[in-house]
């Protein structure tokens, strides 16, 4: 596989692991080492005095890309805001740019997600924008400047998998950047699915975080990614309509 | 002095001048929070310096798990 490189940094792993809703933040620390992920991803909300988010004492800042998202924001005013407070908390100008007005389903806004991109792009950030698996959009925002595009596979927590099968392929074939399928990942096997297909890299979080054994579901991704990896450096075979025996056809009994 | 923080009315006994004194007296580090004063973000190397007036509206913020 070509290297993963966005916005001129090389990533060597291809598993990215969002932080939220892990049991405990031992927990969190052992899936992010599990996962052997370099990027994770972090959410940004009012700091509450009484009780203080503790997640944040298990991420090495240091050893992570920590990229933050927009989580919460429902127009691209309400994104930009959110990116620029988080460029101030982190230092870090990565954001990954969410706008979600939907509370059932959490669809991104295709044209605020591409208005917050074109205004973010501007002010320097590295935008990596959560979509719709649309080709045209995937466009767009490449053409915004993003630095990668983030196509969902079926909705955020969901766990069915890749749903948007034929268009993320479209999106493959014709992005110049880095696709990263997020959201909806619930298997490893959705994982390996990914990058089958032709993707850079996965975002993983519900699907580690909420499992029976986190840190081990975190390896299992690991695994799949990896699997997946080597599988397509060993240049898969072309698949055909009819049976080839894998057996002798002479030297049957008679 | 009245505040306004993170959507709640604050009444504090002492004054407090500068954005630094106000994450200070909520105990909130510095290290990787951000703050809004009446919707601007105030760059943290300026938090010691940046002054605070009776009624404003400040917002304090840091990342939590998310995905």
């Known amino acids: 596989m070509k290297p993963l490189i966005i916005a001129g940094r090389q990533l060597k792993s291809r598993i990215f692991v969002g932080t939220g809703k892990y049991p405990s933040p031992r927990v969190l620390s052992d899936c ?29 800042f240091d050893k992570y890309l920590v990229v933050p998202n927009t989580s919460g924001a429902k127009t691209a005013e309400e994104a930009v805001r959110l990116a620029r407070l988080s460029r101030a908390a982190s230092g870090l100008t990565w954001i990954k740019l969410e706008v ?9 806004d295709p044209v605020d997600t591409l208005k917050a991109a074109e205004i973010l ?21 490449e053409e915004a400047g993003c630095a990668a595009v983030m196509p969902l596979g079926s909705p955020i927590g969901s766990a069915r998998g890749i749903k948007t099968e034929e ?12 696709v990263v399928v997020d959201a909806g990942l619930g298997l490893p096997s959705h994982a390996a699915q990914a990058l089958e297909l032709g993707a850079d890299a996965v975002l993983v979080n519900t699907a580690i975080a909420v499992a029976l054994d986190p840190v081990k579901m975190s390896h299992a991704f690991r695994l799949a990614v990896e699997s997946a990896e080597l599988a397509l450096d060993a240049g898969p075979i072309e698949q055909q309509e009819r049976a080839s025996a894998s057996s002798p056809l002479t030297g049957f009994l008679e | 002095m009245k505040l306004r923080v993170n959507g709640e009315d604050r009444i504090l006994d002492k004054p407090l001048s500068t954005v630094g004194q106000v994450l200070d007296h909520f105990g909130v580090p510095w290290v ?10 105030v760059d943290p190397g300026l938090f010691d310096k940046t002054p605070v ?15």
Do not use: W
């Open chain 1, 167 to 178: 268009f993320i392929k479209i999106i493959i074939e014709q992005a110049s950047v880095p």
């Open chain 2, 32 to 41: 990787r929070a951000a703050v809004e004063l009446n919707e601007d973000a």
């Open chain 1, 121 to 141: 792009v501007k002010e320097g950030f590295t935008v990596l924008p959560y979509m719709h698996a649309d080709p045209t959009l995937a466009r767009r925002l």
């Open chain 2, 53 to 67: 007036s009776d009624g404003d509206r400040i917002e304090i913020v840091s990342f939590v798990g998310g995905g």
């Open chain 1, 100 to 108: 979600t007005p939907d509370p059932v389903y959490l669809l991104p």
């Open chain 1, 32 to 60: 992010l080492d599990a996962a052997g992920c370099e990027l994770v991803t972090v959410a940004l909300r009012r700091v509450n005095f009484s009780e203080p988010d503790p997640t944040l004492s298990a991420i090495d």
